[in-house]
Protein backbone atom coordinates (compact mmCIF):
# COMPACT_ATOMS: atom_id res chain seq x y z
CA UNK A 1 0.00 0.00 0.00
CA UNK A 2 1.14 3.08 -0.78
CA UNK A 3 2.33 5.84 2.14
CA UNK A 4 2.41 9.52 2.01
CA UNK A 5 4.25 11.36 4.96
CA UNK A 6 4.39 15.60 5.00
CA UNK A 7 7.00 15.74 7.94
CA UNK A 8 6.15 19.29 8.66
CA UNK A 9 2.88 19.81 10.53
CA UNK A 10 3.22 23.61 10.36
CA UNK A 11 5.69 25.97 8.22
CA UNK A 12 5.52 29.79 7.86
CA UNK A 13 6.51 32.57 6.14
CA UNK A 14 7.54 35.59 5.90
CA UNK A 15 5.30 37.81 2.93
CA UNK A 16 7.54 37.95 -0.46
CA UNK A 17 9.28 35.21 0.78
CA UNK A 18 10.42 31.52 -0.28
CA UNK A 19 9.34 28.51 1.39
CA UNK A 20 9.33 24.70 0.55
CA UNK A 21 7.34 22.43 2.14
CA UNK A 22 8.53 18.34 2.17
CA UNK A 23 6.62 15.20 1.33
CA UNK A 24 8.03 11.56 0.58
CA UNK A 25 5.89 8.68 -0.82
CA UNK A 26 6.36 4.90 -0.34
CA UNK A 27 5.30 2.78 -3.55
CA UNK A 28 6.66 -0.45 -5.63
CA UNK A 29 4.62 1.44 -8.79
CA UNK A 30 6.39 2.70 -11.29
CA UNK A 31 3.46 4.52 -13.15
CA UNK A 32 2.18 6.96 -10.87
CA UNK A 33 1.25 10.96 -10.12
CA UNK A 34 1.93 13.07 -7.62
CA UNK A 35 0.12 16.39 -6.72
CA UNK A 36 -0.21 19.28 -3.88
CA UNK A 37 -3.32 20.53 -3.51
CA UNK A 38 -4.22 23.44 -1.21
CA UNK A 39 -7.03 24.08 1.41
CA UNK A 40 -7.84 27.45 2.42
CA UNK A 41 -10.00 28.24 5.60
CA UNK A 42 -12.78 28.15 3.03
CA UNK A 43 -12.10 24.08 3.03
CA UNK A 44 -12.25 23.99 -0.76
CA UNK A 45 -9.68 21.54 -2.01
CA UNK A 46 -7.84 23.61 -4.52
CA UNK A 47 -4.90 21.24 -7.14
CA UNK A 48 -1.98 23.32 -7.43
CA UNK A 49 0.21 21.59 -9.28
CA UNK A 50 0.51 17.72 -10.73
CA UNK A 51 3.65 15.76 -11.78
CA UNK A 52 3.28 12.68 -13.58
CA UNK A 53 6.23 9.92 -12.74
CA UNK A 54 7.31 9.80 -16.32
CA UNK A 55 8.45 12.82 -16.42
CA UNK A 56 12.24 14.08 -14.97
CA UNK A 57 11.01 17.77 -15.45
CA UNK A 58 9.87 19.13 -12.57
CA UNK A 59 6.38 20.91 -12.63
CA UNK A 60 5.78 24.29 -12.21
CA UNK A 61 2.69 26.49 -12.27
CA UNK A 62 3.81 30.19 -12.03
CA UNK A 63 5.49 30.75 -8.53
CA UNK A 64 4.95 27.08 -7.30
CA UNK A 65 7.27 24.48 -8.31
CA UNK A 66 8.10 21.03 -6.68
CA UNK A 67 11.27 19.24 -6.96
CA UNK A 68 10.78 15.77 -7.82
CA UNK A 69 13.40 13.20 -6.69
CA UNK A 70 12.12 9.90 -8.18
CA UNK A 71 14.80 7.61 -6.78
CA UNK A 72 14.80 9.02 -3.33
CA UNK A 73 10.56 9.25 -3.11
CA UNK A 74 10.39 12.60 -2.57
CA UNK A 75 7.98 15.27 -4.23
CA UNK A 76 8.54 18.88 -2.60
CA UNK A 77 6.94 22.30 -3.29
CA UNK A 78 8.28 25.81 -3.45
CA UNK A 79 6.44 28.34 -2.75
CA UNK A 80 7.86 32.16 -4.40
CA UNK A 81 7.26 35.15 -3.50
CA UNK A 82 4.49 34.36 -0.47
CA UNK A 83 1.19 36.40 -0.63
CA UNK A 84 -1.00 36.58 2.17
CA UNK A 85 -3.54 34.32 0.08
CA UNK A 86 -1.36 31.06 0.07
CA UNK A 87 -2.19 30.54 3.77
CA UNK A 88 -3.88 27.53 3.87
CA UNK A 89 -3.00 23.70 4.82
CA UNK A 90 -1.31 21.98 2.07
CA UNK A 91 -1.83 18.64 1.06
CA UNK A 92 0.66 16.04 -1.14
CA UNK A 93 -0.83 13.09 -2.66
CA UNK A 94 0.09 10.24 -4.52
CA UNK A 95 -2.41 9.06 -7.36
CA UNK A 96 -2.40 5.97 -9.35
CA UNK A 97 -5.07 4.04 -11.52
CA UNK A 98 -7.06 1.33 -10.32
CA UNK A 99 -9.58 -0.48 -11.81
CA UNK A 100 -11.65 2.29 -13.72
CA UNK A 101 -10.54 5.59 -12.39
CA UNK A 102 -7.97 6.53 -10.12
CA UNK A 103 -7.18 6.63 -6.31
CA UNK A 104 -5.28 9.53 -4.24
CA UNK A 105 -3.81 8.69 -1.05
CA UNK A 106 -3.15 11.70 0.82
CA UNK A 107 -0.17 13.18 3.16
CA UNK A 108 -1.68 14.37 6.92
CA UNK A 109 -0.93 18.05 5.52
CA UNK A 110 1.13 21.03 6.74
CA UNK A 111 -0.37 23.90 7.54
CA UNK A 112 1.22 27.07 6.00
CA UNK A 113 1.16 30.65 7.58
CA UNK A 114 2.43 33.84 5.89
CA UNK A 115 3.47 36.73 8.14
CA UNK A 116 2.53 40.08 6.88
CA UNK B 1 -20.43 28.20 -13.09
CA UNK B 2 -19.68 25.47 -10.59
CA UNK B 3 -17.58 22.78 -11.56
CA UNK B 4 -18.47 20.10 -8.69
CA UNK B 5 -21.20 21.16 -6.59
CA UNK B 6 -22.69 19.31 -2.91
CA UNK B 7 -25.90 20.03 -1.61
CA UNK B 8 -26.11 20.79 1.86
CA UNK B 9 -23.07 22.72 3.21
CA UNK B 10 -23.78 22.10 6.39
CA UNK B 11 -25.72 18.79 7.84
CA UNK B 12 -26.65 18.89 11.31
CA UNK B 13 -28.36 15.50 12.50
CA UNK B 14 -29.14 13.63 15.37
CA UNK B 15 -27.81 9.96 16.15
CA UNK B 16 -29.50 7.25 14.32
CA UNK B 17 -31.06 9.74 11.49
CA UNK B 18 -30.44 8.80 7.81
CA UNK B 19 -28.98 11.76 5.62
CA UNK B 20 -28.43 12.05 2.05
CA UNK B 21 -25.35 14.28 0.47
CA UNK B 22 -25.69 15.11 -3.05
CA UNK B 23 -23.80 15.66 -5.46
CA UNK B 24 -23.35 16.87 -9.12
CA UNK B 25 -20.63 17.77 -11.58
CA UNK B 26 -20.70 19.81 -15.30
CA UNK B 27 -16.98 18.95 -16.04
CA UNK B 28 -18.16 15.94 -18.45
CA UNK B 29 -15.85 13.44 -16.26
CA UNK B 30 -16.95 9.79 -16.51
CA UNK B 31 -15.51 8.86 -12.62
CA UNK B 32 -16.66 10.23 -8.97
CA UNK B 33 -15.25 9.68 -5.59
CA UNK B 34 -16.43 10.38 -1.83
CA UNK B 35 -13.75 11.34 0.04
CA UNK B 36 -13.66 11.79 4.15
CA UNK B 37 -11.70 14.45 5.62
CA UNK B 38 -11.42 13.94 9.64
CA UNK B 39 -11.28 16.64 12.27
CA UNK B 40 -7.86 16.19 12.42
CA UNK B 41 -8.36 17.03 8.87
CA UNK B 42 -6.77 13.40 7.34
CA UNK B 43 -8.58 13.23 4.01
CA UNK B 44 -9.58 9.27 2.40
CA UNK B 45 -10.68 7.98 -0.06
CA UNK B 46 -14.48 5.97 0.70
CA UNK B 47 -15.54 5.08 -3.17
CA UNK B 48 -14.86 5.94 -6.78
CA UNK B 49 -17.91 5.35 -9.96
CA UNK B 50 -16.46 4.78 -13.44
CA UNK B 51 -19.44 5.72 -15.61
CA UNK B 52 -21.96 4.68 -12.71
CA UNK B 53 -20.08 1.77 -12.09
CA UNK B 54 -18.38 0.99 -8.67
CA UNK B 55 -14.82 0.56 -8.75
CA UNK B 56 -13.53 1.02 -5.23
CA UNK B 57 -14.33 0.91 -2.32
CA UNK B 58 -12.53 1.34 0.78
CA UNK B 59 -13.54 -0.96 3.47
CA UNK B 60 -16.56 1.58 4.42
CA UNK B 61 -19.17 0.48 6.53
CA UNK B 62 -21.71 -0.56 4.57
CA UNK B 63 -24.18 1.75 6.33
CA UNK B 64 -22.73 4.05 3.32
CA UNK B 65 -24.38 3.68 0.22
CA UNK B 66 -23.13 5.69 -2.98
CA UNK B 67 -25.51 6.11 -5.73
CA UNK B 68 -24.94 7.01 -9.09
CA UNK B 69 -27.75 7.24 -11.04
CA UNK B 70 -25.85 9.14 -13.69
CA UNK B 71 -22.30 9.82 -14.69
CA UNK B 72 -22.64 13.47 -13.75
CA UNK B 73 -24.08 12.73 -10.37
CA UNK B 74 -22.87 10.54 -7.50
CA UNK B 75 -24.97 10.49 -3.89
CA UNK B 76 -24.09 9.27 -0.94
CA UNK B 77 -26.93 8.06 1.83
CA UNK B 78 -25.92 7.61 5.15
CA UNK B 79 -27.99 5.37 7.43
CA UNK B 80 -27.80 4.95 11.16
CA UNK B 81 -25.71 7.86 11.93
CA UNK B 82 -22.98 7.53 14.54
CA UNK B 83 -21.25 10.14 16.17
CA UNK B 84 -18.31 9.22 14.43
CA UNK B 85 -19.56 9.90 11.45
CA UNK B 86 -19.31 13.65 12.30
CA UNK B 87 -16.42 14.94 9.22
CA UNK B 88 -16.74 16.82 6.27
CA UNK B 89 -17.49 14.75 3.19
CA UNK B 90 -15.83 15.90 -0.21
CA UNK B 91 -16.63 15.01 -3.50
CA UNK B 92 -14.11 14.66 -6.86
CA UNK B 93 -14.24 13.97 -10.21
CA UNK B 94 -12.03 12.97 -12.73
CA UNK B 95 -11.53 12.52 -16.49
CA UNK B 96 -10.69 8.37 -17.19
CA UNK B 97 -6.84 8.11 -17.61
CA UNK B 98 -5.66 11.86 -16.15
CA UNK B 99 -5.76 10.89 -12.24
CA UNK B 100 -6.12 14.64 -11.13
CA UNK B 101 -8.86 15.01 -9.31
CA UNK B 102 -11.29 18.32 -8.92
CA UNK B 103 -13.19 18.67 -5.42
CA UNK B 104 -16.43 19.87 -4.34
CA UNK B 105 -16.75 22.30 -1.72
CA UNK B 106 -17.60 19.61 0.44
CA UNK B 107 -20.38 18.94 3.38
CA UNK B 108 -19.54 19.70 7.20
CA UNK B 109 -21.52 16.85 9.14
CA UNK B 110 -22.24 16.73 12.26
CA UNK B 111 -24.10 14.24 14.02
CA UNK B 112 -25.07 14.93 17.93
Redesign the interface.
Known sequence: AQTVTQSQPEMSVQEAETVTLSCTYDTSESDYYLFWYKQPPSRQMILVIRQEAYKQQNATENRFSVNFQKAAKSFSLKISDSQLGDAAMYFCAFGRRQGGSEKLVFGKGTKLTVNP | DTAVSQTPKYLVTQMGNDKSIKCEQNLGHD?M?WYKQDS??????MF????K?L??NETVPNRFSPKSPDKAHLNLHINSLELGDSA?Y?C?S?Q????????G??T?LLVL
Request: charged share 20%; net charge positive.
Open positions: TYKKFLKISYNNEIIVFASRYTVAQYFPGR
